[in-house]
């Protein structure tokens, strides 16, 4: 594969600033909890606040709200919220979330391949010593 030389300017949308749309990507869905939000909405479906939070076991609350509210700034998560007391909110994924899936699965099985690579290595510096 060629080396890539060429510099990418300095872009900006609305108020993100990026040199390039990888950077613009990790700004949207970067970070420990953003992936697993959308891969958890992307796989179950529509859930409410609580289901997520059970299902990332070490996320806190204030977390989980900061994450969701980015994402939905962003355009990638609906929030619809029923007008009873209390009230139920719940979370789902919009077309534009639903676009990153495939990505999100192919990052899983790149894991899951991982996985077995350290297993291997493992097994083999075990043996060694």
Known sequence: MPARTKQC???????????CTFELTLQIIGGKWKPMILYHLGRDGVQRFSALRRGMPGITQKMLTQQLRELEADGMVHRKVYPQVPPKVEYSLTAMG???????????????QYERFADQQAAKAEIAS
């Open 98 to 112: 639903q676009s990153i899936m495939p990505v999100l699965e192919q990052l899983c099985q790149w894991g899951k």
């Open 9 to 19: 300017g300095l872009k900006e949308l609305g108020e993100r600033r990026y040199h």
